[in-house]
Structure formats: structure tokens, C-alpha cells
């Protein structure tokens, strides 16, 4: 029986390979089964959602507090471990529900809540204070230890884990290093000191790691004005007295304080007054001590005592090494706010106590970066599986995501990769054991002494990152971005920096977090500010600033012979490729940060032993996917599609491989889109296309306009080899484009409208189209396409209960899945509401700006106007005009003429030859004239005593399309 199942499967294989289509269903159909046997660790299972309310510690004021939160409770019955899930900075127990519903489906109960002062929770923003959030926190454990449905380990003592992201991954930690009850924690992107984390370089000679060590360290480091700005900020103004409020009862005013001070006149006691008025209601949901300490370092640029005795006590580094509960620790490499290193103390600080701890760095962060909150949930989730039902952890292993991994200095394709190792480099291996020593590499630096300016007023400053945009502002610090600012980056300005380069790379190596290098610096102040990066540059000069980072360095009394420091680079992971060379850059000055105001010059050079020291660690790629996936039958079944792939899919490849030669044009390879001679005829005689002609370049948004019946959907058909032209070419990036052309996976497209399986979730369709391009799931880039869509936790709603303007979003997110280097969408903004339609443009505008490309086909000429750098223009299946909007715009013959007392200015116009259909609005004319009778105008105008302040096509794209096509029905 064994035998004649093998024979049939060998039999279909061959019946495969001898009809591409059999086996294009058969790979399908193989993949479809694997996922469903592969699709998750734990059976999702179902729940029940109750409101909890919880009496918080009361306020400095004594006024009572409410906390609101969530609980979710598996049904079925039995006891369960708990997870209390805390939020980030400004979000509430709504903001942490898709993982709450996560942890649920798995088995857990989970409590979220709203912190104080957030969502609709009481009271004022202590951030993490242990008098405050923290007692709240224990608060929240007695209540899942009073639940009949949460495992207990001894009365009063639930089986529970604390989980939180940067707020509330410093409250996990608090929470963890101050009460024993706790049993395992994950807290990501989250801080160590948050003295250090704002004032960088603060702890220069260690950081606190006990109670009593909260005592200010003079001579802090750089001031991180715009997060610090963005953190505290958030909740500046937005009203007292609690968070967002109940239902029915908004914010109220904080009282205004009175005080009045003798000797004061009655104008300087108002001003006192007012002033003090506007700092009570500035300060909004943070505490008044808080608040004053920060408004005050902002104000000087430099640390108060009070600020500094206020971060220290909301520090995890008091009580680190204390935690006694195995920890997970997840930190973002795109994070300028709580850097790799804020992760890395927490960890060496727990270690140090014995507690088993595993460390992931993810290629996501504050910054952005490379979206993988499914991957973070799912180590979470196993996580909490090994810890909570009784196993011991997987081990101390560090996993780190490479951003742009490549495996060869020829490697065009770089994509995000994970990689691993058994051990966490610098902790023991197992407790008592000594810590594994961290590998380096040493490579000599090359640059004579340089000097840096710092201008007055620090301006202009390099621009390296802005809080919270690092994706964008990465194209500022590249040689894109050199280009789009003419030929200057701007996280490195001209005669700002002190730059020294290695020598070409011979060997590729992976940087895996902060290098050394020591110079010797002079200053004409006392003190020295500067800010060190690491870049890479490639052999045509192309540079790249990894995850836009800086490293700021503060030295006080500086001899005036100068001083040797060694500086710490920035914690970076980057594959460096053979020919690649490393560049150390130092700035005197940065955007984000408090700099001197001062001018002043630093001379810079080379010192110690000349070199730079990297940290490289021993990585092996990792297969995605957890160790509780994949069931020997799934593998069986993927490692047959694969067989199909191999035997039919080679000979495929050949054949596609030389078509692709004969069919390629170098001398097109940059060009998005060619299109020449285009035709496409039915066989009942019907043209719908005909001698199309035109070309889109890189970095464009070109509109495709035209009537119904122009021929616009039939030339996107043909663009993306769903039908086949009658004649001429289409060339995408050089290669003609045929049914299934190889160069079509470099395109994302929208043609014909949406087309989804209706009985799955928005996200469950956009995982399976992925799954069915074959490529890495990494490579989707999942977080930014559902970003564009906006559809919020809707993404996990089956689609059949979508309205249409849903699904039109969905299918654009389907579109940009991967970050296409040639988007095409047909009619985008259909069923689009009006601000939709304002943030799709948006989105399509900053797209083309990485130098990535976009077609669109719309019918909506104002929108194209605003959205499009370039437009074509069709009629009856013909080309009938083509250039950038700015110019077709400029041929419109209505313009709007603003001119005072607009009825005499209507008999002067009507007398002036080309000046016709004279209409008088209330603020001047409308008139139909070309570019020469306009200038005429002015001059008649003006010569009457006139005065004429605006003259401006009116309605622009819209007329002149309608003059183009002839009034056809559009």
C-alpha cells in the first residue's frame, strides 16, 4: 500500500512538472495544507471580556483614585496562569487588547488596565514611581489572586506573569524586582536608569543598582530635548485631574494656586498669578513635581536635582538585582530613546543574581524600523508556555534581527534575517559559571587631525533622526538623501564633522552592538559635546547610518592641551560586505539634543592604538517560526511541494531565464515603466488601446487619466501580464513583461478592485496572499502595509462584515505588501472617506520619495492634481498628452485675477484683446485668457490705478483635461 502511494505521488509530480499549471495547483494546494498544519503553538481558544475597576493609591492630595482595566477569562472551566499586561506612555488598556486577546485565546487570564492618569484611569502621570504606579501594579495582582479562575501558588500569591512595552516594560520590571509573587516577566524596549536614558553618559562610573544609590551624579550627560519633549509632553496640557475622563464627565481644571508675595506691586502680583495659573494648567495629567523639574531642565537644557532624585526612583536599576523571575527581555535596535544598552544593563544586573534571562534585540523600536510585533507576541507567548506550565526556559539564547542581512558583497536583495546563538554574550552561561567573553574585531582607521565646528547658536544642526520617524529621516542620512538636498547629508554637515575611515573590508563581518574608538580631543570651552556614529560606505561612495543612531559624548574641564577619551559608537547590528569600508563620524552638533549655544571649535585626531574595536558574536540564521511549530506530517508536506518546485520549476527557470536575456534592456534597467507602440485589439475588431507611448521614471507619482472607455484599465491589465498587448512593448525595469514574469515580483498592484476570502480576517488574508508568493515572511513588511490601511484592531475582523472603503484599504495594504519598488493602483480612492483620501495621498507622496514609483488611475482630478508629480492623459485608447502637473496646470487659459473694486477692473479686462468671459466675483475676476493676453491684463489693470495681487489658474488639472479630451464623459 506504502509502495502504491509512492507511485501515485511520483506519477503526479511527473504529470506536474509536464503541465505548469498541475503544478502550480499541486505547490499550492501543498502550502495551503502546511500552513493549516503549522498555523500556531497553542489551539486558539475562546474567552469572556469583564470591566474591573480598581481603587488605586490615593493621590499627594489624598484624592481617591480609580483604575480602570480588563480582564479576559478562557472558558471551559479549571484554573489558568494570568498575565497582567501593562501599556505604553500615553496608551491605555484599549492599546494592549490585541495581545490581551492573544494571551487569552492561548489559555491565559489576562487583566489589562489603564495606568493613572491614562485612558480613563484617575490621577496624575508619576511615571513608574514605586509610590505610586508600582504600588497600582500590586494592586492589579490582588486582584487576579481574589479571581476563582486564576492558578494560585499560595493564597493570595496568583501564578502570574508581568508583560509591558516601554512604560509598562519598566513597571514589569519594577513590579518583578519588588514583589515576589511575580513568576516570569517580558518587558521590551523599556529602560534601565531613565537618568541615563535621557541624559545619556549620566552613570559614567556605573550605574545605581540599589535603593540608596539615587544620589544626582554631577556633569550629565547630553539632553535628548525631542524625545524628552515627545515623553513628557504627551501629557502636558491635556488636563487635570485625570486621564481622558469618564463618559459624561470631561477633565477639569486644576485650581489655580493663589499666593501672593510682599513687596510686590499690584501688576507684578498679577503677572505672578497668571504665571502660576498657566504652570497648573501646562502641567495637565503630570505631577506637579514632575512637571516643574522637567519645565525647568527644558527651560536650561541641564538636569535638576529634583528631576534627576525623580528618574532614579522610576529606574528598574534600583531593584534589578532583586528580580528573581525568569525574564525575557525584547529591546528595539531602531530605538534612539532607550537604546540596545538600557537592555543589555538589565540584563547583566538580573544575571548577576542567578536568574535565568534571554535576550532578543528585534529590528523595531521606538524609531520604527522593521515591524515584528507577530514574532515578539509569539516569543512572548512560548515564552510564557515553558515558564508558567512548570518547564524551564529554553536557555540564555540571544536572537538578534539583522535588518539588511546579506550573505555576499553581491547581494542585491538585502532583507531582514534573524540570527542566533546559544549563549548571551557578557552573562554566565548558567549561574555561577563564568560569562562568555565577547568577540571583537579590530580594524585600523585612516584621517588626519580635523577641525569641527559647533555655529552660534548651534544652528544649523545635523539632522540625523527625529523621535519616532527614524524610517523616514533615514533617507536624510544616506546618499539618497545627499542628492535630494544638493549633494549635502544632513546628518553630517560640511565643516561640522571629524570623519576616519577603515580600509576596504577583505573579510564580511557583523557588527552586534557598540564599538570602540579612542581619539584625542581640544577644545576652545572647557567642556566638549559631540556625537559619534558609525556608517557604512559602499564602494560607489553610497553611504548608510544604521537605524539613524548617534552616540553623544560630554567631557567637562578639558585641559587646553586636549584629552584622550575612548568613545562608545552606538549599539548597532549591520552586516558589513566585502568592499565595504566603516566610517567614524563625529558632529559637532545633533537636532535631538540640548547642544551649547556657544561657538566653539574642536580639534579632533586619531589616538591610542588608531583603530576601531567592534563587537562581533558568533550568529547562526534562525528559521522562522517558534519550536512548537511544524509537525513531522507538515514537513513531509512542504518538503514534496519543494520536490514539485525543484524537478518542474528548474526547467521553468531555464526557459524564463532566457527569455529574460533575450528579452532585457540594460539601458532600461532604471526605468520603472516603458511603454512603446502599445496596441490591444479584440477579435470582434474593437481597439481599446492604440500607439501608446510613454515612460515612468523612478521616484514619480504618475496619474493615468483619461474618460470611461479611455483604454486606462486595459494598459494596467496588459502593464501587469494579465492579458496579453497585440502590439508593442511594456518594459518594466528593463524586461519585457509576459504572463508571470519574473520582474512582476518587483511590482505591487490594485487593478480591478479587492478580491479577499470572506470568512477570514483582513490580516489572515494578507498572511495567505504572502504565503503565496514564496518569499520570507520578514520580507512582507506587514506593519507598515497595515499602517497604511488604518483599519485599527478591524484587521482581525472577517472580512465578509467589511464595509466597501475597508476593503478598498485592505487590498492597498495587499498591494504594498513587501514595499514594491513599482506600485499600481487602479481607482485607489474609491469608497474613501475625505480625510482617507487626505492620508492616502499622503502615504503615496512619501513612498515615491524613497525613490520608489507610483501609478495611479483615478478619475478624481483634484486629487490627482494634489498626489501627482506627473500625469498621462488618455482618449479613445491614445496617448493624448503627457508631463508634470506643474506644467499642464500652467496651460490652463481660466485664471482667477484678485483685484480691488472688481466691477471697474470687469470693464478694464473686457477691453483687452484675448480677455474673454469676463466674471466679477466679490474679490476680483474671472477671466479666460492665455499666457500672453494675462500679461496684458496686468498691464491694462495696473495702468487703470488698479491693484492686482493674485493671479492663478483656476481649477487647474481639471480644465485642462477637459480641454484635452473634449468634454467626453469622464
Known amino acids: 500500500m506504502c509502495e502504491a502511494g509512492r507511485v501515485k505521488l511520483g506519477a503526479g509530480l511527473g504529470a506536474a512538472v509536464r503541465r505548469p499549471r498541475l503544478l502550480v495547483a499541486l505547490v499550492v494546494l501543498l502550502i495551503v495544507l502546511g500552513f493549516l498544519l503549522t498555523r500556531g503553538g497553542a489551539p486558539a481558544g475562546t474567552f469572556s471580556v469583564e470591566s474591573v475597576r480598581v481603587a488605586g493609591v490615593r493621590e499627594v492630595d489624598k484624592q481617591p483614585v480609580t483604575l480602570e482595566g480588563t480582564i479576559y477569562l478562557p472558558t471551559g472551566g479549571g484554573k489558568h496562569p494570568a498575565v ?65 479562575e486564576v492558578q494560585l501558588d499560595a493564597p493570595g500569591d496568583p501564578h502570574v506573569a508581568v508583560v509591558g512595552a516601554s512604560y509598562g516594560g519598566a513597571l514589569a520590571l519594577l513590579l518583578g524586582g519588588t514583589d515576589r509573587r511575580v513568576d516570569a516577566l517580558v518587558p521590551s524596549i523599556t529602560w534601565n536608569d531613565l537618568r541615563q536614558a535621557l541624559f545619556p553618559q549620566f552613570a559614567t562610573t556605573g550605574r545605581p543598582t540599589t535603593a540608596a544609590q539615587v544620589t544626582p551624579v554631577a556633569g550629565a550627560g547630553p539632553f535628548k530635548k525631542q524625545w524628552a519633549a515627545i515623553f513628557f509632553g504627551s501629557t502636558l496640557g491635556s488636563g487635570a485631574g485625570g486621564g481622558s475622563g469618564r463618559a459624561g464627565a470631561g477633565p477639569q481644571a486644576s485650581p489655580t494656586p493663589t499666593t501672593r508675595t ?22 495637565g495629567n503630570l505631577s506637579g513635581d514632575l512637571c516643574l523639574a522637567y519645565l525647568q531642565t527644558a527651560e536650561s ?45 538589565n540584563a547583566r544586573e538580573i544575571a548577576a543574581n542567578g536568574t535565568p534571562v534571554s535576550l532578543v534585540w528585534t529590528g523595531d523600536g521606538h524609531d520604527g524600523g522593521t515591524s515584528e510585533t507577530d514574532r515578539e507576541w509569539q516569543l512572548t507567548a512560548d515564552f510564557l508556555d515553558r515558564v508558567l506550565h512548570g518547564k524551564p526556559p529554553a536557555g540564555d539564547r540571544f536572537r538578534v534581527t539583522v535588518p539588511d542581512g546579506v550573505v555576499s558583497s553581491v547581494d542585491s536583495n538585502p532583507a531582514p534575517q534573524h540570527r542566533s546563538t546559544a549563549v548571551v554574550p557578557g552573562l554566565p552561561a548558567q549561574p555561577g559559571q563564568p560569562a562568555q567573553s565577547l568577540r571583537t574585531a579590530s580594524l585600523p582607521l585612516s584621517g588626519r587631525e580635523q577641525l569641527a565646528i559647533s555655529p552660534p547658536g548651534a544652528t544649523p544642526s545635523a539632522l540625523t533622526s527625529l523621535p519616532g520617524l527614524g524610517a523616514l529621516t533615514g533617507l536624510l542620512g544616506s546618499s539618497a538623501g545627499a542628492s535630494a538636498t544638493g549633494g549635502t547629508s544632513l546628518s553630517a554637515l560640511p565643516g561640522q564633522t571629524a570623519t576616519f575611515d577603515t580600509a576596504p573590508l577583505t573579510r564580511a563581518l557583523t557588527v552586534t552592538g557598540s564599538g570602540r574608538v579612542t581619539v584625542k ?48 559608537l552606538p549599539g548597532v547590528v549591520h552586516d558589513v560586505p566585502v568592499g565595504h569600508r566603516l566610517r567614524v563620524v563625529l558632529s559637532a552638533t545633533d537636532q535631538a539634543y540640548a547642544v551649547p549655544l556657544d561657538t566653539r571649535a574642536y580639534r579632533i585626531s586619531l589616538a591610542g592604538t588608531g583603530g576601531l574595536t567592534l563587537p562581533t558574536v558568533p550568529l547562526a540564521v534562525e528559521a522562522d517560526g517558534s519550536s512548537s511549530r511544524g509537525p513531522w506530517i507538515a514537513a513531509l508536506l512542504l518538503a514534496a511541494a519543494l520536490a514539485a518546485v525543484l524537478v518542474g520549476g528548474l526547467a521553468l527557470r531555464r526557459r524564463a531565464a532566457l527569455r529574460d536575456r533575450r528579452t532585457g534592456d540594460d539601458g532600461l534597467a532604471e526605468v520603472p515603466i516603458a511603454i512603446e507602440g502599445l496596441g490591444k485589439a479584440y477579435g470582434d475588431g474593437f481597439r481599446a488601446v492604440s500607439d501608446l507611448t510613454f515612460r515612468v521614471e523612478a521616484g514619480q507619482v504618475l496619474g493615468l487619466l483619461g474618460p470611461n472607455g479611455a483604454g486606462k484599465t486595459t494598459t494596467l491589465r496588459m502593464l501587469m501580464g494579465l492579458i496579453t498587448p ?6 518594466v525595469f528593463g524586461h519585457l513583461v509576459r504572463p508571470g514574469a519574473p520582474v512582476l515580483s518587483r511590482v505591487g498592484s490594485f487593478v480591478e478592485g479587492p478580491g479577499f476570502l470572506p470568512h477570514l480576517s483582513g490580516l489572515r488574508n494578507l498572511e495567505l496572499f504572502w504565503r503565496a508568493t514564496g518569499r520570507p515572511a520578514d520580507d512582507a513588511r506587514f506593519g507598515a502595509a497595515l499602517e497604511v490601511a488604518g483599519l485599527g484592531d478591524d484587521v482581525h475582523r472577517k472580512v465578509r462584515t467589511y464595509s466597501q472603503g475597508m476593503r478598498q484599504r485592505l487590498a492597498i495594504a495587499q498591494a504594498m505588501l ?33 525613490g520608489r514609483t507610483v501609478l495611479v488611475s483615478s478619475h478624481l482630478l483634484a486629487e490627482v492634481e494634489q498626489t501627482c508629480s ?101
Do not use: W
Open 870 to 970: 506627473h500625469v498621462v492623459v488618455m482618449a479613445r485608447g491614445r496617448l493624448v498628452a503627457q508631463g508634470p502637473v506643474a506644467e499642464m496646470v500652467g496651460e490652463a487659459h481660466v485664471v482667477v485675477v484678485d483685484v480691488d473694486e472688481p466691477f471697474d477692473a470687469g470693464e478694464v479686462a473686457g477691453t483687452v484683446e484675448g480677455v474673454g468671459d469676463v466674471r466679477v466675483t466679490d474679490t476680483g475676476l474671472v477671466v479666460s485668457a492665455a499666457a500672453p493676453a494675462r500679461a496684458a491684463l496686468v498691464e491694462a489693470l495696473v495702468g487703470a490705478g488698479h491693484h492686482v495681487s493674485r493671479v492663478a489658474p483656476q481649477r487647474g488639472l481639471e480644465e485642462t483635461f477637459l480641454t484635452l479630451v473634449g468634454g467626453e464623459d469622464a
Open 521 to 568: 580631543i581640544t577644545s576652545t570651552a572647557t567642556d566638549v559635546e559631540l556625537f559619534a556614529s558609525l556608517v557604512d560606505v559602499a564602494p560607489n561612495g553610497s553611504t548608510t547610518l544604521p537605524e539613524q543612531l548617534v552616540a553623544p559624548v560630554r567631557l567637562s574641564n578639558v585641559p587646553g592641551a586636549g584629552r584622550e577619551v575612548t568613545i562608545a
Open 84 to 148: 497582567l499586561l501593562a501599556h505604553g506612555y500615553g496608551g491605555s488598556m484599549d492599546s494592549v487588547a490585541p495581545q490581551a486577546r492573544y494571551l487569552a485565546e492561548r489559555g491565559y487570564v489576562v487583566l489589562a488596565y489603564s495606568a493613572r492618569g491614562f485612558g480613563f484611569s484617575d490621577g496624575k502621570v508619576h511615571l513608574d514611581s514605586p509610590d505610586y504606579e508600582v504600588k497600582d501594579g500590586q494592586r492589579m495582582l490582588d486582584v487576579l489572586a481574589q479571581r476563582p
Open 726 to 731: 497585440t502590439e508593442g512593448d511594456i518594459r
Open 818 to 850: 513587501g514595499l514594491p519598488e513599482l506600485l499600481v493602483l487602479d481607482e485607489p480612492t474609491n469608497g474613501l472617506d475625505p480625510p482617507q483620501i487626505r492620508e492616502m495621498r499622503e502615504v503615496l507622496q512619501r513612498y515615491a520619495a524613497t
Open 262 to 283: 510682599p513687596g510686590l506691586s499690584r501688576d507684578e502680583q498679577a503677572r505672578q498669578q497668571l504665571s502660576l495659573q498657566a504652570l497648573s494648567n501646562a502641567c
Open 301 to 345: 537644557g541641564r538636569p535638576t536635582a529634583d528631576l534627576l532624585k525623580l528618574l532614579a526612583a522610576s529606574s528598574p536599576a534600583r531593584v534589578t538585582a532583586r528580580i528573581t523571575a525568569p525574564t525575557l527581555l525584547i529591546q528595539g535596535e531602531a530605538d534612539s530613546l532607550f537604546p540596545l544598552s538600557e537592555a543589555d544593563a
